[in-house]
């Protein structure tokens, strides 16, 4: 009688343990799934950190590039009108 006084006792004590037991391994489930969805997160920054730079580099490599089509433009432009090749004649005109 006494020893089964002993186990009834032991029995709430054995299953709160299992309970807490429980509760640690959901907790520690938790745990690393928030550390998983940090450790992404961070990873997006950084993606996005780098894709933002590499705008910025497109964006100021195609203002430089624009820049220097003005340039070569005008000197074309400056080499077609001194050229006697491209220049317009009235001949045909004052043939008429």
């Known amino acids: 009688s006494r020893k089964l006084s ?6 709430p004590s054995t299953m709160m343990n299992a309970d807490m037991d429980a509760v640690e391994a959901e907790n520690q489930v938790e745990l690393e799934e928030k550390t998983r969805l940090i450790n992404q997160v961070l990873e997006l920054q950084h993606t996005l950190e780098d894709l933002s730079a590499r705008v910025d580099a497109v964006k100021e490599e195609n203002l430089k590039l624009k820049s220097e089509n ?4 005008q000197y074309i432009e400056n080499l077609m009108s001194a050229s006697s090749v491209f220049q317009t004649t009235d001949t045909k005109s004052k043939r008429k």
């Open 6 to 11: 002993l186990e009834v006792e032991r029995a």
């Open 70 to 73: 003005q340039v070569l433009g």
